[in-house]
């Protein structure tokens, strides 16, 4: 996929910031999000040893992972759970519509799974003639729109409700111009409703995954999830390796951090503990690795791996709230998204990275405290190693590295500069300079430092 | 094969041994002698769910009388409701033939009053699309039954062997359009919890 070119985060950003109203919704609904966080999280006098020890749990998750997924799949098993490996996206594609394919189903619903938004499974399925429905409500308007999801826990958090209410009324047959949110969701009950009853497969994301027991967590707020898997004869769960836990008891740490920091609810609506098939249906895990493995072994990187997929991160980040989700060009948006996607493609995801303003809010907010902004920056600085760096920035930072390295270069661009400034400031007033962009360029000084003081070592003589 | 090329992969590149936390401060760290029917009716009711203190089940009976017309399907995993469908009756029936419940009625042994979320597993719901199906849900709880946080409701739950079982703390909801909450997205759009007093 890496040889189609995809324009960079700021391309796509600008194309977000045509609309100045939406964004500033965006900006203060998020923000919003973030403000219902931090008043869940000041209740908890216990808050930040809950952060610390979630990510305590999880890096001795890191360190014995082999050893875990052993022991869950052995136990999964027990239970009798069949457990399938995907080593890539393509495998996990294929198990999942082998599965189908077998018991002669051609559509599936699906609740929301963000693993399989990196896999594009839904794309592939498209592709063999099988008919998903996402049934999460965001993923559904999103789905229906053609688009992929913005944020991973509010997937369209960047459309207003006049544009979901058109979206119904062509797809759904809600009334023209009805935008009122209750009535859209009433609209999208009964359609999905209908799609629970009749569908015989149903797939599902997996939230966490506990070795001791082999049973696996899945949180939503709908019951969505619940729905379909306990309606179909088969569920399948795919799961990335980094989703387990060691034991059960760490589930009272983690949904206690999960959905306050996700939505500034307490706990979502339905956690739901999915230990052995329903009588007369079958349960199956996916187990994907696609690259995770290897991120495993980058030593600066590996701890991105502990992401509970709160979304926190995004609802803080200045870049995110005011960049929308989809400039980031992939499945996972926003600073955590920025620390993952090089690890799958460092060439076309260099520029992510550096849509970030490093001021660390990110890392400040997350509930297993991943030094987010910390990898953004050590990101940049492998990118540009490796040769991947945006190409006007290569150029920019070969002169400035040119003009530093010689005095006398230095003192000549200084003076042309001031020159340019003072005399013709159009010449960098203008679109054609990306700094200038939302900036007033400043007023030049006079003269350097260097001559202000060379000036006066004279006159004190 | 995939398992062993994964395996493997994350063998050599995990790292030295890091060693599990101390979970013990934080399951002792909220006193237990706190008013918990008072929390747990605040945060339930924060979150959209109809809290009721009672002392019998004909109490329940009587508020339920009121809220529901006779003659809906209502479906009860407490035998001794006795008026209506018991739930272990039903058993053989096919899950999709309980799309048009009305209400179900299910007991819960642990709730918990940080968050409002009753576990629930499946011997008690009977048939586990029962409480997400039904387009009402009520559940019946003792209130020695309510434990501080979810610390104390993993160590109760201990190694306990269900073959599902789910925290359920509200009505379905949404605010996936522009972040207005609305209740009853897929799932029941109510809960009433009543508190056996």
Redesign the interface.
Known sequence: MSNVATKSHSELASVFNQDEPRVDWHDE?LW??RQKRDIQAHKL??WE??R??AS??K??V?????EY??QFEANAIS?GIIVH???NAE?HNKIVHRLLQERGINRMVKSKSMLTEECHLNEYLKEQGIDVID????ER?VQLAGEPPSHIV????HK??EE?GDIFHEHLGSAKGESD??I???T??QH??EV??TRRAALTGVNFAIAE?GEFVICT????A??GA??AEIHIASMG?EKII?E??????F??LLTRSA?G??????????????QGTEIHIV?V?NGR??Q??R?DF?NSLKCIRCGACMNTCPVYRKSGGHSYHTAVAGPIGSILAPNLDMKKYADLPFASTLCGSCSNVCPVKIDIHDQLYKWRQVIVKEGYSPKAKTMAMKAMAFTLSSPALYRSGGKVGRLVFKYAPFAVNNRLNPWYKHREMPKAPEESFGEWYSKRKEEKK | MSREKILAAVKKNQFTHAPLPDLEILSTLTATGDDLVQQYTSVASAGGSFVYEVKDLEAIKTILHKEFKPGVKIISGIQELGEYTYAGNVLEESSHSFADAELTILQSNLGVAENGALWLTESQMNIRVLPFISQHLAVVISKDALVPTMAQAYAQIGNADYSYGAFISGPSKTADIEQSLVIGAHGPRSLSVFILV
């Open positions: 609904t919003w999000v006098p216990e040893l809950l610390e020890t305590q749990i890096n001795n890191l360190s014995n992972l082999s997924l052993e239970n490996w995907a080593a495998e049934s999460d409500l965001g308007i509010l997937p369209c958090i207003k409700k979901i949110p209750k859209l969701t009433e999208a009950r999905l409703r629970f009853l027991t707020n709908e019951g969505n619940d729905m306990h309606l390796i060691p059960r008891k760490h589930l009272g740490v949904l206690r939505t609810q307490p706990i979502t609506t339905y956690s739901s503990h999915f230990k052995k098939p329903q187990i690795d493995s290897i495993l072994g030593e590996r």
